[in-house]
């Protein structure tokens, strides 16, 4: 019969092959490792659910909401401005102003949300600003990495040893204990990122020369999209809104009550249930659909004879197919 000690690493080096190898989910297969210890009768019941109930745990969860929060506030959609205002031409100033935009960040929001949060605005930023990449999406998550270790709520490290330090009686990481350390490491590393990472990190492109992106990359389509009841849109102007200012996203005309409305549009104050004509790519009528609470129309599902009846009536009728 193997010892504890034995059936304890062979459960952690299956437990490392298992996250390298991606057999399952990385949180199904960290539930796995926890009911194989109790199985083996390594920790009992109690011990191996006790981290549902671990302090850490809840603040991780409740970072990740507290980031989702923020998303729809809008507050990233300033920050995505300020990187196509003063990220440059530069590969040098790109990395240092993506680094400064998202360390304060990271420093008071879960990394890994960070990361998550910024992949689409630094993918889209690529390609307004025709870089692959692959030479900022390395320096997004280092950087993060690296301001994360700013606060005790910067990263889920800091948060579990935490906890694991008040559990064996030395107390809790005071929020701020170890800032002065972490400030000086994260602009040690991001003048590095700055000066080495454009120089180090690969330019992919495609066989034919152009970016990845370019063979897979957004299309532009003729589309509708409809206000719902929830859209922060509503009792603002197509002008106020900023719709068109801040996402590539043309208005091309206006429905309302079957009634067709052309240019001009920026003065016309928009209601719920208006259907808007639009001219945009895919990732942006996603972005907004998500941020300013629009339904696309494919998307929504009428009754016969309602408001779907006011697309197709009249002379002109607007179809969008496509060719798998």
């Avoid at 304060?104 to 890994?112: G, H, K, L, V, Y």
């Avoid at 330090?165 to 107390?171: D, E, F, I, T, V």
């Avoid at 589309?223 to 719902?228: F, N, P, T």
């Avoid at 801040?246 to 091309?252: E, H, R, S, T």
Wanted: glycine share 8%.
């Amino acid at each position: 019969m193997p010892t504890p000690i034995i059936l304890t690493l062979t459960v952690l080096v299956v437990a490392l092959v298992a996250f390298v190898a991606e057999w399952l989910p990385v949180d199904l297969t960290a539930l796995c490792v926890a009911i194989v210890l109790i199985l083996l009768g390594l920790v009992t019941p109690e011990e191996g659910i006790a981290g549902f109930s671990s302090s850490a745990t809840v603040t991780v969860m409740a970072m990740f909401v507290l980031s989702a929060g923020i998303t729809r506030t809008g507050v990233i959609q300033v920050i995505r401005d300020r990187l196509l205002a003063w990220g440059g031409k530069s590969p040098h100033q790109q990395v240092f102003v993506l680094g400064a935009l998202v360390g304060p960040i990271s420093a008071f929001i879960n990394n890994t949300a960070v990361v998550a949060i910024f992949l689409p605005i630094v993918e889209d930023w690529c390609k307004k600003q025709k870089i692959s990449p692959s030479k900022l999406l390395i320096p997004l998550s280092y950087a993060t990495v690296l301001a994360g270790m700013i606060t005790v709520v910067g990263t889920s490290t800091n948060i579990l040893a935490s906890g694991i330090s008040a559990k064996l009686g030395y107390g809790e990481f005071s929020l701020f204990q170890f800032t002065a350390l972490g400030v000086v490491t994260f602009l040690a590393g991001l003048i590095y990122l700055t000066i080495f990472a454009p120089k180090l990190l690969p330019d992919r492109k495609s066989s034919t020369g152009e970016f990845l992106d370019d063979d897979y990359g957004s299309k532009v389509y003729l589309s509708e999209v409809i206000i719902a009841p929830r859209s922060n849109l509503i009792g603002q102007t197509l002008s106020q809104s900023g719709l068109q200012r801040k996402f590539n996203f043309d208005v091309l005309e206006l429905i309302r009550n079957k009634v067709h409305l052309s240019q001009p549009l920026a003065d016309k104050v928009l209601n719920a249930g208006d259907i808007l004509i639009v001219h945009s790519s895919r990732e942006e009528l996603l972005k907004i659909k998500d941020e300013r609470g629009l339904e696309i129309f494919a998307d929504v599902k009428f009754q016969k004879g309602d408001i779907e009846s006011t697309i197709t009536t009249g002379e002109e009728k607007l179809a969008e197919v496509l060719i798998l």
